[in-house]
């Protein structure tokens, strides 16, 4: 537990809520083709920026706690480090530590998937002979460094062939999302020769099944089950088409549909003929299996685990259950303790604003839509489920369509509006926390008329809610947790000259940008606490993110904690 906020002395108060707006996957761009925040008419945004103090912070790499400043932001990491005022090294760092140390086959997860694979076997069904256990693993294939990174598996991959397993099989999630739109050949191919340095003195290591990560399995919070039930089917039965090849089944799936991106390419099985000529799939998930789901970002990784590992399961119809020694690549849910067996453990986020607010009896509102009410909660909470009181803490969950964005590009960004106005109007709450999903949901389609659409429609919103802050005598604090709608074309790392296709338009890029996100403090009722002078130059710059939650502590009147990073305000 921690103590209460002192109050700060200085802080001259106001009758309103302090209101912090996160405009998911919105940032400043580098390159002026391709920026559809800049293309957008986004009057009410420009409105308040042109009256307000302002900056630019930093959420990609070394700032939200990846590796490098050469890794993208995302989501979880850009929401915790907002969260929990500190930045924490992160998934794909833990990863990489851990394999460059040797901890992760030093654990008792990795040693019990492998003794599992090498001594549980199981007895063929019709003959009766004893089969050796499969190593599979299911994941998202690409070096994106977001939800997964190919070279996690494929160390695993070579640290499971030296201890003696037989037989892997792998289940490819393609990304097309945090990477190239249509890059999945350009990792499919040089794994496969990968696999086939691996495959001597006895070792059988082979792709088994895949499909674009929107298609299958890669569902969260609960919105398109179908999804990771075809991915179930996939991967655990050999359900889908088939094909001799990876490679075969991307090709085949563009030329029949015409413009298909990686993200959405439909599921698909390797199989092989056998003496009776008949085909089938290579890798089956089987009793006495182990299964390593090597994401190690916990949002979209839950339902998958819930399959494999739930005895009570009523989200679909799974069929034959195997029985396996399943693990995650990091433990996905810190509170329910989910997965039961994992190889990395996940940062340890403790003493986050959420946590001090509940202390000081700050009485917070957190909203969203279903695809982002993880991350104003969940992820913004030190990867918590569920509320730090009860009494003084609501969660609202505005239902999201399950349609493709494209087709939606506004989302329940009106919705989330109205609820938002109505908790200001209400003098119910002295903390308001929300998320509008639409830069990056819909930046993630590299549909950019659709992107425009979904920038002007939240922009709608944000001068609804300003208004209400205005005359509630509010405080609405904007930023982003990382960048995309910022950077939706491809362009060459050297001359930033706009990458083509080969019909002459531009390549649309799909993953997050490096680029820096707003931060705009609108304090209509300004009672010269701290220097507040309209443009650049009176917030303080150079800072991450994760200055959010110091900032919001001062807007609130109270003092944040020393190690706390420093707020954007000049106090």
Request: glycine content about 10%.
């Amino acid at each position: 537990m921690v103590e209460a906020l002192k109050i700060n002395p200085a802080w001259k108060g106001r009758s309103g809520p302090l209101v912090l707006v996160i405009m998911d996957g919105v940032g400043y761009g580098k390159y002026r083709e391709g920026d559809a925040v800049a293309d957008s008419r986004m009057n009410h945004l420009d409105a308040i920026k042109s009256k307000s103090p302002h900056t630019k912070l930093k959420a990609h790499g070394k700032a939200v706690g990846l590796p490098s400043d050469e890794d993208m932001g995302n989501s979880e990491v850009g929401h915790n480090a907002m969260g929990c005022g500190r930045v924490f090294n992160q998934g794909a760092a833990l990863v990489f530590a851990s394999l460059k140390s040797g901890a992760m086959f030093e654990g008792q997860s990795w040693k019990e998937i492998i003794a599992n694979v090498k001594n549980s076997g199981t007895a063929e069904r019709n003959s009766g002979a004893k089969r050796e256990g499969v190593l599979h693993f299911i994941g998202l294939f690409s070096d994106g460094n977001v939800h997964s990174h190919i070279d996690h598996l494929k160390a695993m991959i070579i640290q499971a062939k030296k201890e003696g397993v037989k037989k892997v099989r792998v289940h490819i999630l393609l990304d097309g999302r945090d990477v190239g739109e249509t890059s999945a050949l350009e990792y499919i191919d040089p794994f496969e020769a990968f696999l086939k340095e691996q495959n001597t003195d006895g070792f059988d290591a082979r792709i088994a099944s895949g499909g674009g990560r929107m298609w299958i399995t890669m569902d969260r919070y609960g919105a398109n089950w179908p999804q990771v039930e075809r991915g179930w089917n996939v991967h655990v039965h050999g359900k889908g088409r088939q094909f001799a090849s990876a490679h075969e089944a991307v090709e085949t799936y563009r030329k029949e549909i015409p413009g298909i991106i990686d993200q959405d390419l439909k599921e698909f099985v390797i199989a092989e003929k056998g003496p009776d000529g008949k085909s089938s799939p290579v890798g089956l998930i089987e009793d006495g299996d182990s299964v390593i789901y090597f994401n190690f970002r916990g949002d979209r990784a839950l339902e998958i685990t819930a399959a494999f590992e739930e005895d009570n399961f009523d989200k679909f119809d799974r069929g034959r259950r195997p029985k396996v020694c399943y693990a995650g690549m990091m433990e996905y849910d810190g509170d329910t303790h989910v997965p039961k067996r994992y190889l990395v453990s996940p940062p340890s986020i403790d003493r986050t604003l959420g946590e001090y607010l509940a202390a000081t009896r700050v009485r917070t509102l957190a909203i969203s839509e279903t695809q982002k009410y993880g991350h104003v909660t969940y992820f913004f909470n030190g990867n918590r489920t569920g509320k730090f009181s009860d009494k003084l803490e609501d969660y609202v969950e505005i239902k999201s369509d399950v349609v493709p964005f494209e087709e939606r590009p506004w989302m329940k960004c009106a919705d989330i509006a109205d609820k938002v106005i109505e908790a200001v109007g209400s003098g119910n709450y002295d903390y308001i926390r929300l998320n509008f999903p639409n830069g990056d949901m819909v930046g993630h389609t590299g549909i950019y008329q659709a992107v425009i659409c979904s920038m002007e429609a939240m922009d709608i919103q944000l001068g609804r809610i300003a208004d209400a802050v205005k005359k509630a005598g509010g405080i609405m604090l904007i930023t982003a947790d990382h960048g995309n709608s910022d950077d939706m074309y491809e362009h060459d790392k050297k001359t930033g000259a706009v990458s083509l296709k080969e019909d002459g338009t531009p390549r649309a890029k799909t993953a997050h940008s490096l680029n820096p996100v707003p931060c705009i403090v609108y304090d209509p009722g300004y009672k010269g606490e701290y220097p507040n002078n309209p443009g650049e130059g009176s917030l303080n710059e150079g800072l991450g993110i994760s200055s959010i939650a110091a900032t919001c502590i001062q807007l609130l009147g109270y003092i944040p904690p020393q190690d706390y990073d420093k707020s954007v305000l000049k106090f």
